[in-house]
C-alpha cells in the first residue's frame, strides 16, 4: 500500500523551531515532487514548500521563505520541513503530499497525502 506518514508537530513559542518528517512507503520519490501544505479551519490548503526529486528544485511560499527548510533523504524515502522562526500565523494543519515529475502548488496535482499533524505557535 501507499502511504505517507506526517509526523513532529507539537506546540512552539513564537520564535521557536519544530520540524516535520513525512515517512514514504509503497513507492519511490525518485520521480516525485514532495509538497508541504497546511490548513486553518474554513481555508483551504496553502502550498507552504516544494522540493522535486526530477530536477533538484525546492521553492517556498513567501511567508515562510528564509524560516522554513524543505529536505528529503531520497534513500530512505523520508522528507522534512524545518521550521524556524514560527510566527503565530503558521498555527496550522500541516501536511505532506507527493506529485509526480516537478514541483506545482496545485493540491489537485498531489496524488499522495499523508494524514496531517498540529502545528500551533503561541505569542
Known amino acids: 500500500d501507499v502511504q505517507l506518514q506526517a509526523s513532529g508537530g507539537g506546540s512552539a513559542q513564537a520564535g521557536g523551531s519544530l520540524r516535520l518528517s513525512c515517512a514514504a512507503s509503497g513507492f519511490s520519490f525518485d520521480d516525485y515532487a514532495i509538497g508541504w501544505f497546511r490548513q486553518v479551519p474554513g481555508k483551504g490548503r496553502e502550498g507552504v514548500s516544494c522540493?522535486?526529486?526530477?530536477?533538484?528544485?525546492?521553492f517556498y511560499t513567501d511567508s515562510v521563505k528564509g524560516r522554513f527548510t524543505a529536505s528529503t533523504e531520497n534513500n530512505e524515502n523520508m522528507a522534512y520541513l524545518q521550521m524556524n522562526s514560527l510566527k503565530p500565523e503558521d498555527t496550522a494543519v500541516y501536511f505532506c503530499a507527493a506529485a509526480r515529475g516537478l514541483c506545482t502548488w496545485n493540491p489537485e496535482d498531489f496524488r499522495y497525502w499523508g494524514q496531517g499533524t498540529q502545528v500551533t505557535v503561541s505569542s
Open positions: 522540493r522535486s526529486r526530477r530536477d533538484g528544485s525546492t
